[in-house]
């Protein structure tokens, strides 16, 4: 039907789900375009205005993760507000000497500070990161892999994919619970050895327990190649911890970071180079970071697909606060997730006990946060939530500012960790609805 024949009704329609959905104009003549079409006997109104409605429920906007997850991949992992100058910004200007500038320069020098590296470059996510460091470094040639790492982490991030893209070759080594220096040895020392690097993979979310052995960074470091010559160790260590003995926070690390690899001590260790997710345990904008020596990470920038792999200036200015904050040592309270994953337990059973006193019918519960994102696997932050009896997952969805709860059994569990103390209020107007 051609839009000159459209019958007044479409028009009629589309009018309608406007000022019902505030969806521009467009949207909703084709919406109503549908239902006349498709519909049974006739059209369906009501349809068309329910389905006007669900879709606008899925444009982008602010949620309350109430799920206890802190990284929540469905929900945009590191929460963070993103600065929006609205202004022209010096992303590639030098205003020193009023020429074209590097965009990564300063971003660049401020993550290499913080991770103890040479030299530091920005990509859209660590898949970008560990795709770029592959096709720059180990193109047409072999990247050493234990089987025990060769893993896919959520979202289709699979090591073995990843390594074909680029165009280097994989060579298996070890066994899936097993991996000793003597496997990589053995490999590098074939005849036919043309090893540019070996790739040591965090399994993130993925873990072998039990009759398990892998091998440390530092013992990696020290594998010389066929020729006597040294092997570059490429540490993808996922989750994007800066530093172990974390700085930023009052007091030590948290117990449940023990064991998660951190990007100063990898390279500290003798990595010769670090990939990380900016928006896991590094607690910024979704992008990927290359750090460590800095004849690597320039040949990283240099090649052809950096252009195609690199971050616009919202998010270099977001990855830049973010870098600053740590080195301020104001990360744990600058940082949303530092300070979620910081706050005590006393401080959110104050705030579970006065939403409860506000009305919400609901219990306070002793709960167990995670990391989530696959940082930290098997780890648990104590917590606080309510329960509320029965299922309102979907009436909570559905609240003005939507609220992402998780099931505790057949009821509803809201974790107090993952949520900013400023939405408190949205919560006890959604529990205190749920009772009329
Ligand atoms: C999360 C993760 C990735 C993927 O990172 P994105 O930023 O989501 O692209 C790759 N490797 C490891 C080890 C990870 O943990």
Redesign the pocket.
């Known amino acids: 039907m051609s839009a000159t024949e459209r019958p007044p009704s479409v028009d009629r329609l589309a009018r309608e789900i406007a000022a019902a959905t505030d969806l521009p104009h467009p949207v909703c003549v084709e919406m109503a375009r549908a239902a006349i079409d498709t519909g049974p006997a006739g059209w369906d109104g009501q349809a068309a205005l329910a389905a006007a409605i669900a879709f606008r429920r899925t444009l982008l906007r602010p949620v309350i993760n109430a799920t206890g997850v802190l990284l929540h991949t469905n929900l945009g992992r590191a929460p963070l507000a993103l600065a929006h100058p609205g202004a022209a910004m010096n992303v590639e200007f030098d205003l020193a000497g009023g020429e074209r500038g590097s965009r990564q320069a300063a971003v660049g020098r401020l993550l290499a500070t913080l991770c103890g590296a040479e030299a530091a470059l920005v990509v859209n996510?660590?898949?970008?990161a560990?795709l770029l460091v592959l096709a720059a470094l180990a193109r047409d040639r072999e990247v050493l892999v234990s089987r025990g790492e060769s893993v896919e982490?959520?979202?289709g991030?699979r090591v073995p994919e990843v390594m074909e893209q680029s165009g280097a070759r994989l060579v298996d080594v070890g066994t899936t619970n097993r991996t000793r220096l003597a496997d990589y040895s053995r490999a590098l020392s074939r005849k036919s050895a043309d090893v540019a690097l070996v790739l040591k993979?965090?399994?993130?979310n993925y873990r072998v327990d039990g009759f398990v052995e892998s091998t440390a960074v530092n013992e990696l470091a020290t594998l010389v190649d066929n020729r006597g010559g040294e092997v570059p160790v490429v540490a993808?260590?996922?989750?994007g911890l800066v530093d172990a003995a974390c700085p930023w926070l009052p007091g030590p690390p948290p117990g449940w970071l023990a064991g998660e690899p951190a990007a100063r001590q990898t390279l500290a260790d003798g990595a010769t180079l670090v990939t990380f997710?900016?928006?896991?345990l590094f607690a910024g904008p979704?992008a990927?970071i290359i750090a460590g020596r800095a004849d690597l990470v320039a040949a990283c920038a240099r090649h052809p697909l950096a252009r195609a792999l690199r971050p616009g200036a919202h998010v270099l200015l977001a990855v830049q606060s973010v870098a600053l904050a740590y080195l301020h040592r104001r990360a744990h309270y600058e940082l949303p997730f530092w300070r979620m994953a910081s706050v005590s337990v006393n401080e959110l059973s104050v705030r579970a006990t006065q939403l409860v006193a506000d009305g919400a019918h609901g219990t306070v519960v002793a709960t167990e946060a995670v990391p989530g994102?696959?940082s930290a696997p098997g780890t648990v932050i104590p917590s606080v939530g309510v329960v509320v009896p029965g299922d309102h997952l979907a009436t909570l969805r559905a609240a003005p500012t939507p609220i992402v709860a998780r099931s505790h059994g057949r009821d509803t569990l809201l974790d107090l960790r993952s949520v900013d103390p400023d939405d408190d209020v949205h919560l006890a107007a959604a529990l205190a609805a749920l009772d009329s």
């Open positions: 996510n660590n898949a970008a560990v982490i959520g979202g991030f993979v965090h399994p993130s993808d260590i996922g989750s997710s900016g928006d896991k979704q990927g994102a696959g």
